[in-house]
């Protein structure tokens, strides 16, 4: 080795630096872990104590043991047989289905094609029409509560699956999301389909909507997850018990029965289950679409 | 962004056709989601306002206007007169106040955790963003268990020893700043400063859980945007962790936390699945938001005159908060 010049004590000093501030970074890494795990445990346990909690006899739940938390033989399936026979579940199934079916099929259709005009049509009054649509994303939608009331009344939409879904059959975000996408979307296979003659219509159905897919999942799933989960207007424009969707069903049904927490947690469960299995199949789009709406908001 | 994108209008008669054409058709195309909007957006916020002029008491057809006289700002001034109402917005605010900045905070602080070569980065960011995907009433089911009795917070209290206040969370109206100033000796604080009661600050809890992963998911996007080159360039100035943090982490985040912000603050704003489910307005009136009081007194009093002046109100707070939040925002740029 060298004599210690000045340059070499510089040196190292450097890499002592350095060795600080990889453990630094080791240390931070491991809170990191650790802040992380303890955060899961306190996202996710709730879903698991609803679990176990519509596993256990009744009696169970009156009075907690928290041991019984732990997988044992007292866990049974008993409440989810139940549910059939106490609740109208299949009945809140199906109204949830054909509303989120007529939400998503709509918004694919009206969202699309007015944000492929957006994107793609030149026509007078463009520019404010896009502004009118793009301002109601900040109009609280409590403030529109009671004339969607009026306004339901008057077309004798109350208390049937229009209240549920007419007002809901196009949104600002959705137009939003497609305009964004047909903005970014080649023009060149429109134009060689136009030099052959083919109409707007044409050009739209059979270039720009099949070619559509990845905004339309996004799409789809923001529209489904609104609308399983839409608990406010069902609450106040539908006052039939048989055409409760799930949410509203479930929170009828805790009140109805307040200390069966088996049976409740089982209603809850199985409410969500069909949302779950969207979110497992396409969580790349759920977790990107959510960034994306934060970037470009 | 709004921008004023122009048609491509290139040469030859039968693309002059066709751009004619479009002058018709664009308006087709978008017609039904603009009939839609309109008629249930835009044209509400406005019957809104007409509403509220009104004692509007009946639910009958449009025409029949003998049961519903006009009466000018009287729905206003019974409001503004109203210790339900300041109740109401005192809630709201508090509920506002509380959760807003603090889910921002948690959300950016996760965000910053996850922001590395983390191994399982995608489970962790499932199980955070997974309450997000559940609807408002299965949460606040398994939370009204969680709250109650015998439910998880008391029972885990009790195995160490501590004893849960009284009475149970969830029917608790104490406000916790009153609490507090109780402890030393302080009591008789002004209602303003009594704080949100254990009831609400229990929902205040729920709703900060529920939004956190879908927030951090945001902040995580934003965190990855930023091109690593600017952090070299700041740790080859030798820049410190924290410089680093503050002069560029935080600025470049800006448009995120600006959203973040307003969507939460929105939200907040208009909080009521989850007091119309855990606590119906109760306890004491202290969980009861203007939402809540819009619908008690328009779809519970049917009061729709009266209820429409609290959502207009309602209209203009969130209104001239969002303006101030855009104000507070241009001024922090231009520095």
């Known amino acids: ?297 | 962004m709004v921008s004023m994108s122009f048609g491509r209008s290139g040469p030859g008669p039968s693309r002059s056709a066709a751009d004619r054409e479009d002058r018709y058709l664009g308006w087709l195309f978008i017609l039904p989601a603009l009939l839609v909007i309109v008629t249930f957006i835009v044209g509400p916020i406005i019957y809104a306002a007409w509403v509220s002029f009104f004692d509007w008491d009946t639910i009958g057809q449009f025409g029949e206007d003998a049961n519903r006289p006009f009466i000018g700002l009287d729905n206003y001034r019974e409001l503004f007169n109203s210790p339900q109402f300041y109740q109401a917005l005192r809630n709201t605010t508090w509920y506002t106040i509380g959760v807003v900045p603090l889910q921002t905070i948690f959300a950016l602080l996760l965000a910053l955790l996850a922001n590395r070569k983390i191994r399982g980065l995608g489970f962790f960011r499932t199980a955070f963003y997974f309450p997000s995907i559940s609807s408002s009433v299965v949460i606040a089911v398994i939370f009204i268990w969680i709250y109650s009795g015998n439910g998880l917070i008391n029972t885990v209290l009790r195995n160490l020893g501590i004893d849960p206040p009284r009475p149970v969370w969830l029917s608790n109206p104490n406000g916790i700043f009153a609490q507090l100033l109780g402890k030393f000796g302080i009591d008789g604080v002004n209602v303003w400063l009594e704080g949100p009661s254990i009831a609400m600050a229990s929902i205040m809890a729920q709703n900060i859980w529920t939004s956190l992963g879908g927030l951090m998911v945001i902040y995580l996007a934003g965190l990855q945007n930023i091109p690593r080159d600017v952090y070299e360039a700041a740790s080859l100035d030798g820049a410190s962790r924290w410089q680093t943090f503050r002069d560029i982490t935080v600025p470049l985040l800006r448009p995120i936390t600006y959203f973040v912000l307003t969507i939460g603050m929105i939200g907040c704003f208009q909080v009521f699945d989850q007091i119309y489910i855990m606590s119906e307005g109760g306890p004491a009136g202290t969980t009861t938001t203007l939402a809540y009081l819009v619908y008690t007194q328009g779809f519970q009093g049917f009061r729709l005159g009266y209820a429409s002046a609290i959502s207009i109100v309602l209209f203009f707070i969130i209104l001239v908060v969002f303006l101030l939040q855009r104000r507070i925002d241009d001024q922090g740029q231009d520095q």
């Open chain 1, 1 to 297: 080795m060298a004599t210690p010049s000045s340059f070499d004590t510089n040196r190292y000093q450097r890499s002592r630096e350095d060795t600080r501030d990889i453990v630094v970074d080791r240390i931070i890494r491991f809170l990191a872990y650790l802040v992380l795990i303890l955060v899961t445990i306190v996202t996710i346990g709730p879903f698991y104590f609803s679990v176990v909690l519509s596993l256990l006899p009744q009696p169970q739940t009156v009075r907690l043991d928290l041991w019984s938390f732990i997988p044992n033989s007292d866990w049974q399936i008993d409440a989810y047989l139940d549910v059939f026979r106490a609740s109208d579940l299949p009945l809140w199934f199906l109204n949830s289905s054909i509303v989120a079916l007529i939400w998503v099929a709509a918004r694919c259709l009206f969202d699309t094609m007015a944000g492929y005009a957006f994107a793609r049509m030149n026509f007078p009054g463009k520019d404010l029409a896009f502004l009118v649509i793009l301002s109601t994303l900040m109009i609280p939608g409590m403030v529109t509560l009671i004339p969607k009331f009026i306004i339901l009344n008057e077309m004798g939409l109350l208390n049937t699956y229009g209240a549920l879904t007419v007002p809901f059959l196009a949104d600002a975000f959705g137009i939003f999301l497609m305009r964004q996408f047909f903005m970014n979307f080649p023009v060149d296979l429109e134009d060689a389909a136009r030099i052959d003659g083919a109409s707007r219509w044409r050009m739209f159905f059979h270039i720009a909507l099949p070619n559509a897919g990845a905004a339309l999942t996004t799409l789809v799933i923001f529209s489904f997850q609104g609308s399983w989960n839409n608990f406010l207007e069902p609450l106040i424009y539908i006052s039939d018990a048989s055409l409760r969707t799930l949410p509203i069903g479930l929170a009828f049904f805790r009140r109805e029965n307040v200390v069966d927490y088996p049976l409740q947690m089982s209603v809850a469960i199985v409410s969500i289950i069909p949302i779950v299995i969207v979110f497992f199949v396409f969580q790349r789009y759920f977790l990107e679409s959510n960034a994306s709406s934060g970037i470009k908001g």
